[in-house]
C-alpha cells in the first residue's frame, strides 16, 4: 500500500549511531526499515525491522521486498552499516580483509542498488554514506589501510553515484566521522583518542545524526562528503 509518508531505510539500525538514527527519523514522521544482524521486531506500526548479514544480498532483497510490501515506497537509505579494524598493514589478515571488504563495500552494493532501483520509479530519493574521516586524512598513529580503502571508496561511489543520479531526483552524500562515543570505541579510551582532534574531544552520536539530518533536508547539495571530524580533515 503506497502511502505520502517518507520511508528510510538504516543499516546496521541495532545499536549506536544505527539505533539513534531509527529514532530521529521515527521523530520526524518518517516511517523505518531498520536493518541489522540481528534485530528485535518492534512493536510500532511504523517500524519494519530486518535481520540478517548486510554483505548477503538476501538481506538487502528482504529488506527492500518487505519494506514495499508494507510501506509501498523507500525515500532515504543510510547506510550506517560498517566496521572499523585498526592495524600496520603488514598485520592484516584475510579475515579482517574479508571483513571489512563485505560489511563496508558489498552491503553497500546490495542494498543501494536495489534502493536506488525503487528510487528511480518515483523520480526521487536521498542516499547517505557514513565513511570515514581518516579515508582523506591519513594518521600515522591510527594505521588503517582498510578503512581508507574501503571507506575511501565509499566517498568515490557517493560522488559518482550523485552525478549518474542527479537527474532522476536522486541525491547521494555521506558524513565522514572522527572518532564519535558509540559501541564501537571502548569508553576507557575516549581520554586518549580525543586529542587525535584539532578540538580536542571525540565526537557524540547526535553530531552525526544531526549533519545527517542536515543532508535530509539540503535539497541542493549533492555528492557532498561532509565531515564531522573535530577538524581532522582540516589539519594538525
Not at 569508553?187 to 580525543?194: D, H, I, R, V
Not at 564531522?228 to 580533515?233: A, H, I, L, S, T
Amino acid at each position: 500500500m503506497a502511502s505520502e509518508q517518507k520511508v528510510a531505510i538504516i543499516t546496521g539500525a541495532s545499536q549506536g549511531i544505527g539505533a539513534a538514527l531509527v529514532k530521529a527519523y521515527h521523530d520526524r514522521n518518517y516511517r523505518v526499515i531498520a536493518t541489522a544482524r540481528t534485530m528485535q521486531p518492534s512493536r510500532d506500526n511504523d517500524i519494519l525491522t530486518v535481520s540478517g548479514d548486510i554483505a548477503d544480498r538476501r538481506t538487502a532483497e528482504r529488506t527492500i521486498a518487505e519494506g514495499m510490501a508494507r510501506f509501498g515506497r523507500v525515500d532515504t537509505l543510510v547506510n550506517n552499516a560498517g566496521i572499523f579494524i585498526s592495524k600496520p598493514f603488514t598485520q592484516y589478515t584475510e579475515a579482517d580483509c574479508a571483513a571489512m571488504f563485505n560489511v563496508n563495500l558489498t552491503g553497500f552494493f546490495h542494498i543501494t542498488q536495489l534502493a536506488i532501483a525503487e528510487m528511480e520509479k518515483q523520480r526521487s530519493g536521498h542516499i547517505v554514506q557514513i565513511t570515514a574521516s581518516l579515508a582523506d586524512h591519513a594518521n600515522a598513529a591510527v594505521p588503517s589501510v582498510l578503512a581508507s580503502l574501503t571507506k575511501g571508496g565509499l566517498n568515490a561511489a557517493t560522488k559518482s553515484l550523485a552525478i549518474e543520479y542527479a537527474r532522476h531526483g536522486i541525491r547521494v552524500n555521506a558524513v565522514a566521522p572522527g572518532v564519535i562515543k558509540s559501541p564501537m570505541n571502548a569508553p576507557e579510551t575516549y581520554a586518549q583518542l580525543g586529542p587525535l582532534h584539532p578540538v580536542g574531544h571525540i565526537g557524540e552520536i547526535a553530531d552525526i545524526v544531526g549533519a545527517i539530518l542536515y543532508l535530509e533536508e539540503a535539497g541542493f547539495v549533492t555528492g557532498e562528503i561532509l565531515h564531522v571530524d573535530g577538524g581532522q580533515n582540516a589539519g594538525h
